[in-house]
């Protein structure tokens, strides 16, 4: 399995941002593709799941309202990041759980693969 992360980049307050991640080699038949994001010097922290048919979504908190996450296709997930904050800058990653509880979509020990990460900076 391999996960390929884009989109990331420098915007000011208040712009958006599409981030993608391109998913190879699962044969799984049910499977969650989630985003998580990590500050420097925090801790990995979920920002949003879909599962594999689109039933299940997920959102933190703080992206609520503001990020939406959506499916190009069986491969192909994407994060819309709108009124983005200089709090949501960090490193973007895209992994995947091959066995998926809802439960434990924020859990990054839950997923099994995960993508390179994506630098995603808001400038104030």
């Known amino acids: 399995v391999q996960l390929q992360a884009s989109g990331g980049g420098l915007v000011q307050t208040g712009g958006s941002l599409r981030l993608s991640c391109a998913a190879s080699?699962?044969?799984?038949?049910?499977?969650?593709i989630s985003w998580f994001r990590q500050a420097p010097g925090k801790e990995r922290e979920a920002v949003s799941c879909?599962?594999?048919?689109?039933?299940?979504i997920r959102y933190a908190d703080s992206v609520k309202g503001r990020f939406t996450i959506s499916r190009d296709n069986a491969n192909t997930v994407n994060l819309q990041m709108d009124s983005l904050k200089p709090e949501d800058t960090a490193v973007y990653y895209c992994?995947?759980?091959?066995?998926?509880?809802?439960?434990?979509?924020?859990?990054?020990?839950?997923?099994?693969?995960w993508g390179q990460g994506t630098q995603v900076t808001v400038s104030s």
């Open positions: 879909i599962t594999n048919t689109g039933a299940t």
């Open positions: 080699g699962i044969t799984s038949a049910f499977y969650a």
């Open positions: 992994a995947a759980d091959l066995n998926f509880w809802e439960s434990y979509w924020s859990k990054p020990v839950s997923y099994d693969y």
